[in-house]
């Protein structure tokens, strides 16, 4: 399994933006698709964004479509969730996902081989 250490959450005021990193290790990176989910207390974990293992293809929850962007750098071994325009209900941990293969894209959480830790992102009103 893939190794995936998440980063740059934090607190931010609505309106504003935040990037996340997820560095991954241990296993070849471009042979993995990636999503970030994300958890807010007493809630589910809900899928925000995925993308394919050339980066090529990605899909979004439509609660962040148009704000939020997920991309990713197969030379650092990293994908990124750029989060625009940032809203109080967009508080939770967000975890980032990793599913072994080169196929089609997926929002099941149950379809992912590996996780990370989470970072927390908390945004003020």
């Known amino acids: 399994q893939v190794q995936l250490v998440e980063s740059g959450g934090g607190l931010v005021q609505a309106g504003g933006s935040l990037r996340l990193s997820c560095a991954a290790s241990g296993r070849t990176f471009s042979n993995y698709a990636m999503g970030w989910f994300r958890q807010a207390p007493g809630k589910e974990r809900e899928f925000v964004a995925t993308?394919?293992?050339?980066?090529?293809?990605?899909y979004y929850a439509d609660s962040v479509k148009g704000r939020f962007t997920i991309s990713r750098d197969n030379a650092k071994n990293t994908v990124y969730l750029q989060m625009n325009s940032l809203k109080v209900e967009d508080t939770a941990v967000y975890y980032c996902?990793?599913?072994?293969?080169?196929?089609?894209?997926?929002?099941?959480?149950?379809?992912?081989?590996?996780w990370g830790q989470g970072t927390q992102v908390t945004v003020s009103s």
């Open positions: 996902a990793a599913k072994r293969g080169r196929g089609v894209l997926t929002t099941t959480r149950y379809e992912y081989d590996s």
């Open positions: 993308i394919n293992w050339s980066g090529g293809s990605t």
